[in-house]
């Protein structure tokens, strides 16, 4: 498969889960003698978006699809096992989630895949600062390999030294990995400052995103209005869902609607994203003061907006050549349930792409007390003494020194 579609494909993705187009222009789509609960007027497929950030316990379930059709699989030997009776790659992943609280959630995820994956793979589990991983599906998947030497000496390693789930004490692994980060980003800052700078604020964003996910809702819901405001003529209904669309035919409107963002709400938009970075991750965040960073916005808006204009005939010549197809449709009852659609479609020589995701979130109180492994082998001591036996060379490495050597 080329690499022009893969890229495009994500980017698709991506952008239609914040900025994507249309739907039925507020028209209700109902179908043939089928009654419909109507969705109201008050509200949009960006205002129902915003309110998924309200749901803080409960279980989601998520269901990922992917089937790729090509006139080349055929001829590639290593896929024959993850082909369906059709000659398609379908890729289909289920996660099933339980969130009792901040600090403890559960995942379970499973997959169907040709031949030898087909189930439950595999169980994680976050209990405060424990982490459980539970694989015996995985395992299996890997056993039916046999006649692979290499993979079945892999699972025979895992097997006699971990069994088939492990648990680990991430806080006190973070307290051995911390000095050797901090070493290893002293060493970088000399070299690169700017992917050291980068990298600082990356691990504040995460780390204040799992310790306090409330901080970025006055973010979200300043993409949200402003989405809401450039993308309006776009929204649409169907049934009680609210419907967001982008395909070939309505690419140019979703190309110009995206220059107008950019142009109206695009140094708001940066200035809010600026500010929560240098409030996470502290002064001089990215190795320039808050001010000096905002000052360098509006030329970066001028920058943005001129190459969307230099490139918008060939980004909307690219949509129509791969003929896509796509709707994102959501209602959500708040505090109660969500539910969340994608549905994508596109091609281009010869390699066909129909994509599908749902997820569906129920509020409420939620356990993963069930989830949690009781013969998980605790791996904790094992892998701080591998990281303390190991740390010397390792910051040693990345300064340009020359690791020990052992008599």
């Known amino acids: 498969m080329k690499k022009k579609i893969l890229a495009l494909f994500m980017v698709l993705v991506l952008a239609m889960s914040v ?3 249309c739907g039925d222009k507020k028209e209700d789509k109902k179908s043939s003698g089928e009654k419909k609960v109507e969705a109201q007027e008050d509200s949009s497929f960006f205002k129902e978006f915003q309110k998924l950030s309200n749901f803080k316990t409960g279980t989601e379930k998520v269901n990922l699809k992917y089937v790729i059709k ?5 001829e590639e030997e290593s ?4 082909l369906d009776a059709n000659g398609d790659l379908v890729v289909d992943i289920t996660a099933d989630v339980a969130i009792e609280s901040e600090k403890k959630m559960a995942v379970d995820l499973s997959a169907n895949m040709g031949t030898k994956v087909n189930g439950k793979m595999m169980t994680i589990v976050v209990d405060g600062d424990i982490l459980y991983l539970e694989y015996s599906g995985l395992l299996d998947v890997l056993k039916s390999y046999k006649d692979n030497e290499q993979i079945a000496s892999a699972v025979q390693q895992i097997e006699s030294n971990f069994g088939s789930a492990i648990k680990v004490d991430v806080k006190k692994v973070s307290e051995v990995v911390k000095p050797i980060i901090d070493s290893l980003m002293e060493s970088a800052e000399a070299e690169n400052e700017g992917m050291n700078n980068l990298l600082k604020v990356y691990m504040a964003v995460i780390k204040d995103a799992m310790q306090n996910p409330e901080s970025v809702n006055e973010l979200v819901k300043s993409f949200a209005d402003a989405a809401e405001k450039n ?3 776009l929204e649409g209904v169907d049934g009680d869902m609210y419907t967001l669309t982008i395909n070939a035919d309505n690419a140019k409107d979703m190309v110009d609607d995206t220059e107008n963002l950019v142009k109206n709400d695009g140094q708001k938009l940066v200035e809010d994203a600026i500010t929560y970075v240098y409030k996470v991750a502290g002064e001089n965040a990215l190795g320039k003061s808050e001010d000096e960073m905002k000052a360098k916005v509006p030329e970066w808006i001028e920058k943005a907006s001129a190459s969307i204009a230099e490139n918008k005939d060939k980004t909307v010549e690219e949509f129509q050549k791969s003929k896509l197809d796509g709707v994102l449709k959501i ?8 539910n969340f659609e994608i549905a994508m479609k596109m091609e281009e ?3 066909a792409i129909d994509y599908t995701a749902a997820i569906e979130i129920e509020a409420g109180s939620a356990s993963i007390k069930d989830k949690i492994p009781a013969d998980a082998n605790d791996i904790t001591t094992m892998i701080t003494t591998l990281i303390n036996m190991y740390s010397s060379q390792i910051t040693g490495a990345a300064s340009g020194a020359e690791a020990p050597v052992e008599q």
């Open 19 to 21: 900025l994507a187009g």
């Open 70 to 74: 090509s006139d080349k699989f055929s």
């Open 79 to 82: 896929l024959k096992d993850f």
């Open 231 to 233: 993308y309006s003529n």
């Open 331 to 338: 209602k959500a009852d708040e505090g109660k349930s969500a």
């Open 349 to 351: 020589e010869g390699t």
